[in-house]
């Protein structure tokens, strides 16, 4: 069986592209990392699967094509591969325990469980690299007068404007205007490593109620979500507010209970920016209503405590290690190769 690792960019960890000698038998394609998408004409579109199109008149000399996923879920993309390579067995394998028990774990350790006091703001968040749904919330923030809840990276003009013009594509224009979101990003803890910048941060994170969850957005068969700041809630005690893929806000994953918004409405939303958009606008109060927000964050106590419970009390290894043991036997074959433990290890 011939494997290939990549991520989103296709930068290659074995090799990237299928070579002309292989072309037969079986082969397996392993995604690491970096779920983001490329944007064609007016759509969000995932790299990988533009290189299935491109390259399927080699990949129809295979008999089958298994598919190995360590972050997050692929929703259906044994169909979305049928639909090139409607001939070929495909396998479709998702083990995300790997990349959401890293997360936990880490968290875990570095923030030692602690009794949380009474919350005095409502939100609170940093933003470290900008991307298109944390662009969205930023301007969402500007229109309702509450960017002094949020620290966030510098800007050019240039990746302003793309911003939204990528707004305007993806929405066709039912978006509307984007608020002004200044260039000059807003940082208060200095040139400090990640380590000490999590410290710093998180006596911020300790106070609010709500903090925001927008990893890098992707196609929404591509259930990705969840990454350290997620867990940095659950064990501080604060309601993430997820803009990702449909139903972050609904959905459980390792046992971890949903926190309740005010309104669910647009969580099944097709369209990514309507859908993220919609999410801000009709909870929009958790940030500007500190009595409301303080009443619905008090309807979320029992999964609060749940939540934190799961996150300090699991044994995140073996959290892992048992979903290894449902896979078949190839598939932890390719999993335990030496190169591929590195790719691994340079992902995680």
């Keep these: 069986m011939h494997w290939v690792a990549m991520n989103a960019n296709l930068r290659k960890h074995s090799s990237a592209f299928v070579d002309d000698d292989v072309l037969s038998g079986e082969l397996c394609l392993v995604f690491l990392d970096d779920a983001k998408y490329t944007m064609v004409g007016d759509k969000m579109e995932w790299a990988p699967a533009l290189w299935i199109e491109y390259e399927k008149e080699k990949l129809k000399k295979?008999?089958?094509?298994?598919?190995?996923?360590?972050?997050?879920?692929?929703?259906?993309?044994?169909?979305?591969?049928?639909?090139h390579l409607d001939n070929i067995d495909v396998e479709v394998y998702n083990i995300p325990e790997i990349s959401w028990s890293h997360f936990a774990k880490e968290i875990k350790n570095l923030h030692k469980e602690e009794t949380i006091?009474?919350?005095?703001?409502?939100?609170?968040?940093?933003?470290?690299?900008?991307?298109?749904?944390?662009?969205?919330?930023?301007?969402?923030?500007?229109?309702?007068?509450c960017l002094s809840t949020a620290l966030y990276p510098s800007m050019s003009r240039e990746e302003f404007d793309y911003m939204c013009y990528q707004i305007s594509k993806i929405s066709k224009d039912m978006y509307g205007k984007v608020a002004d979101i200044p260039l000059i990003g807003k940082r208060i803890f200095g040139d400090v490593k990640p380590f000490e910048f999590n410290?710093?941060?998180?006596?911020?994170?300790?106070?609010?109620?709500?903090?925001?969850?927008?990893?890098?957005?992707?196609?929404?068969?591509?259930?990705?979500?969840?990454?350290?700041?997620?867990?940095?809630?659950?064990?501080?005690?604060?309601?993430?507010?997820?803009?990702?893929?449909?139903n972050t806000n609904t959905e459980s994953i390792l046992n971890f209970q949903p926190y309740k918004l005010?309104?669910?409405?647009?969580?099944?939303?097709?369209?990514?920016?309507?859908?993220?958009?919609?999410?801000?606008?009709?909870?929009?109060?958790?940030?500007?209503?500190?009595?409301?927000?303080?009443?619905?964050?008090?309807?979320?106590?029992?999964?609060?405590?749940?939540?934190?419970?799961?996150?300090?009390?699991?044994?995140?290894?073996?959290?892992?290690?048992?979903?290894?043991?449902?896979l078949p036997g190839k598939v932890c074959d390719v999993l335990n190769n030496t190169n591929m433990k590195g790719a691994l290890k340079y992902v995680f």
């Design 62 to 83: 295979f008999n089958k094509i298994t598919v190995i996923n360590v972050l997050g879920k692929l929703i259906d993309f044994d169909k979305i591969i049928k639909s």
């Design 117 to 145: 006091d009474e919350k005095t703001q409502t939100f609170w968040t940093s933003i470290g690299v900008m991307r298109l749904n944390r662009f969205i919330f930023l301007s969402h923030l500007s229109k309702i007068n």
């Design 199 to 246: 410290i710093l941060a998180r006596e911020n994170l300790k106070k609010s109620m709500y903090s925001l969850n927008a990893i890098q957005p992707c196609v929404d068969y591509y259930v990705q979500r969840h990454d350290e700041k997620y867990f940095m809630c659950i064990a501080d005690e604060t309601i993430p507010i997820g803009l990702n893929e449909p």
């Design 262 to 326: 005010i309104n669910e409405k647009y969580e099944g939303e097709s369209n990514a920016v309507l859908r993220w958009q919609g999410i801000l606008d009709t909870n929009s109060e958790l940030f500007t209503n500190f009595d409301l927000a303080k009443e619905t964050y008090n309807k979320n106590t029992s999964v609060i405590k749940h939540n934190k419970q799961v996150l300090y009390d699991s044994d995140w290894d073996k959290i892992v290690s048992d979903s290894f043991q449902k």
